[in-house]
């Protein structure tokens, strides 16, 4: 089964803590100084916000699924529609390590496909990847090349 995922970056943790746990009537699941998941079931979505990118809004979005081998169906998915994808396994960031395909869509939005691995006690930063300076913690730029 598949998970929508949103991550918002945002200017004050404690007060959107506030409000999201308010809005989804749920107190989130990860709690960091700089980071905050909520993982619903009612709707079906991994919902994040941190207080890390330079600027509020829609940090990235994506599907987040429970095997490898969906996350390797979403990645032909991805081929076969000749859309720009970037590999990345083991990436470490948001409290977790994962593997993940990226793509940015047509407005420059970063979308990762990914497959949780195991919880990790930093947020990490996918350093290898490229990214531009506005782009998420661990979205590529709109530069992905085709793998």
């Not at 960091?32 to 509020?56: C, E, G, T, V």
């Not at 994962?98 to 869509?105: L, M, R």
Request: glycine share 4%; charged share 20%.
């Amino acid at each position: 089964m598949k998970r929508f995922h949103i991550h918002l970056a945002v200017d004050d943790l404690q007060r959107n803590i506030a409000f999201y746990s308010a809005l989804f009537q749920a107190e989130p699941s990860v709690v960091h100084d700089d980071y905050a998941k909520w993982m619903l079931d009612d709707p079906r979505i991994n919902f994040a916000i941190s207080n890390r990118s330079r600027a509020a809004g829609v940090d990235h979005l994506g599907i987040q699924v429970e095997s490898e081998q969906a996350l390797t169906e979403i990645q032909q998915v991805l081929q076969q529609a000749a859309l720009p994808i970037m590999e990345q396994k083991q990436a470490a960031c948001c409290y977790a390590e994962s593997d993940k395909y990226w793509t940015v869509d047509p407005q420059g939005v970063p979308w990762e496909a990914f497959h949780s691995l195991k919880s990790i006690p930093i947020f990490g930063k996918d350093a290898d990847l490229p990214t531009d300076s506005a782009a998420s913690c661990c979205g590529p730029s709109s530069n992905c090349s085709p793998i």
